[in-house]
């Protein structure tokens, strides 16, 4: 005769499983997918800056490479979902003449987005967005065959 029903665990340790199994796998599904929408950015953002140095040298006038940077970013982080609209793009050079494209000069192009972290809502972001500022910086040496200007 049983007389103590609520104290027998028998048939309960599928149930605890699957309750502690969804605890622990929900946060950690949620880590893999910041992870990897972070390295995608990540991603992103150096290969924009490279692309950008690199027409931003060969082009003839530093207006002209300054468009023709501002659309390799574009392109590069619109292939990766990111926008770019919000990304900051600088050009900075150092040169011994008076003009950035010149013969042997170093040009760097700075690239600076945040990542939005995946499946918040927008409701939260009241100021600022919830996210992942990433950075990333290419140098290119301008042609000493280059004959711009």
Request: proline share 5%; glycine share 8%.
């Amino acid at each position: 005769m049983r007389r103590w029903r609520w104290s027998d665990d028998s048939g309960t340790a599928s149930l605890e499983f699957v309750s502690v199994g969804v605890l622990l796998l929900v946060p950690v599904v949620y880590l893999v997918l910041v992870l990897a929408q972070v390295q995608a950015g990540a991603l992103a953002v150096e290969g924009a800056a490279r692309q950008a140095v690199r027409v931003y040298v060969q082009s003839s006038s530093p207006a002209e490479g300054s468009v023709a940077a501002q659309r390799a970013l574009a392109f590069a982080l619109d292939d990766h979902g990111l926008d770019a609209s919000a990304a900051r793009l600088g050009i900075a050079c150092e040169a011994r003449g008076d003009g950035c494209l010149r013969r042997a000069a170093t040009v760097t192009v700075t690239v600076s987005t945040t990542v939005p972290l995946p499946l918040v809502p927008p409701v939260l972001d009241v100021e600022t967005p919830l996210g992942v500022p990433l950075e990333a910086q290419a140098t290119q040496q301008v042609s000493r065959f280059w004959s711009g200007e």
